[in-house]
Antibody, heavy 120, light 107 residues
Framework: QVRLEESGGGVVRPGRSLRLACGAS????????MNWVRQAPGKGLEWVAS????????YYADSVKGRFTISRDDYSNTFYLQILSLRPEDTAVYFC?????????????WGQGTLVTVSS | DIQLSQSPSSLSASVGDRVTITCRAS??????LAWFQQRPGKAPKSLFY???NFQSGVPSRFSGSASGTYFTLTITSVQPEDFATYYC?????????FGPGTIVEIK
């Protein structure tokens, strides 16, 4: 079965960097694009970034453009979210998701999430 | 950016009631609209893509429909496990915006 497992969250000081990882199993990793979605405490869902199945195309929310980088490692079936210059407003649970298909790029499967807390 | 609004923002229902949630897009998105369910403290679960296509494991009491820029999620007979927050998302273009959510509570 499809499984997505995030790691790398924690408490980080403002201005520092962090790399989130999402390990994937149960499907052909190279056939699917992936997304990151976040949810601030008590708030709604916010799409953050997407990467195509071959890594050739990446997309970012304006709120994170220039600070976040999404990438993938097809050898280890892992994709990443590198976060630079963390801000308090980046505090959220970060979910990794698989795209339903190349056409329907909305999530079909979700990980359980990893909490990032930005605080001094 | 495409904006999504949802109505109502919250509702109370009894087990067995019919529940309808509406999502409106600020511009045409054809049928590139998805629905998600999120129970408290849990990861979201995908319900529909392309407005009315079931994701895996979704009970048949759920349905999705579309009319122009209006999209509807219906639960024909709400069950205890359906009390949750529901979100729509457009993926017609980037950024893939979410609606603000609709909370479905037990009456």
């Amino acid at each position: 079965q499809v499984r997505l497992e995030e790691s790398g969250g924690g408490v980080v000081r403002p201005g520092r960097s962090l790399r989130l990882a999402c390990g994937a199993s149960g499907f052909t990793f190279t056939a699917f694009g992936m997304n990151w979605v976040r949810q601030a405490p008590g708030k709604g869902l916010e799409w953050v970034a997407s990467i195509s199945h071959d890594g050739a195309k990446t997309y970012y929310a304006d709120s994170v453009k220039g600070r976040f980088t999404i990438s993938r490692d097809d050898y280890s079936n892992t994709f990443y979210l590198q976060i630079l210059s963390l801000r308090p407003e980046d505090t959220a649970v970060y979910f990794c998701t698989r795209m339903s298909s190349a056409i329907h790029t909305t999530p079909d499967y979700w990980g359980q999430g990893t909490l990032v807390t930005v605080s001094s | 950016d495409i904006q999504l609004s949802q109505s109502p923002s919250s509702l109370s229902a009894s087990v067995g009631d019919r529940v309808t949630i509406t999502c409106r897009a600020s511009q045409g998105i054809t049928n590139y609209l998805a629905w998600f369910q999120q129970r408290p403290g849990k990861a979201p679960k995908s319900l529909f893509y392309a407005a009315s296509n079931f994701q895996s494991g979704v009970p048949s009491r759920f349905s999705g429909s579309a009319s122009g820029t209006y999209f509807t999620l219906t639960i024909t007979s709400v069950q205890p496990e359906d009390f949750a927050t529901y979100y729509c998302q457009q993926y017609y273009n980037y950024p893939h915006t979410f609606g603000p959510g609709t909370i479905v509570e037990i009456k």
